[in-house]
Nanobody, 125 residues
Framework: VQLQASGGGLVQSGDSLRLSCVVS????????IGWFRRAPGKDREFVGA????????SYADSVKGRFTISRENSKNTAYLQMNTLKPDDTAVYYC???????????????????WGPGTLVTVSS
């Protein structure tokens, strides 16, 4: 299983950006997909996660109401729609996948088995 996040870039405060995560390999439709980020000088933190069906995603409090996670199983792709971006959202964003058949939307990075290389999002003030 390989993951590739894309869509990062330089935006201004208040702008929107959509990240994509393409998953190759087996069983995309049965994997929980999570989004994490690592800001400069900080630890990696949970952003959100989505189940197989796409229903009821889980979000970190810091992004709730501004970010939306979705997925298209037919395209093996998950998305992170980011609205009203703030400078504090500047980070490298990673998508990750849990093992096939696991249903829990974990907030712990250690629970995700597969990771992509990340995409940089920079929000200027």
């Amino acid at each position: 299983v390989q993951l590739q996040a894309s869509g990062g870039g330089l935006v201004q405060s208040g702008d929107s950006l959509r990240l994509s995560c393409v998953v190759s390999g087996r069983s995309f439709g049965s994997r929980v997909i999570g989004w994490f980020r690592r800001a400069p000088g900080k630890d990696r933190e949970f952003v959100g996660a989505i189940s197989w069906s796409g229903g009821s995603p889980s979000y970190a409090d810091s992004v709730k109401g501004r970010f939306t996670i979705s997925r298209e199983n037919s395209k093996n792709t998950a998305y992170l729609q980011m609205n009203t971006l703030k400078p504090d959202d500047t980070a490298v964003y990673y998508c990750a996948a849990r093992g096939s058949g696991i249903t829990v939307l974990s907030r712990s990075a250690s629970q995700y088995q597969y990771w992509g290389p990340g995409t940089l999002v920079t929000v200027s003030s």
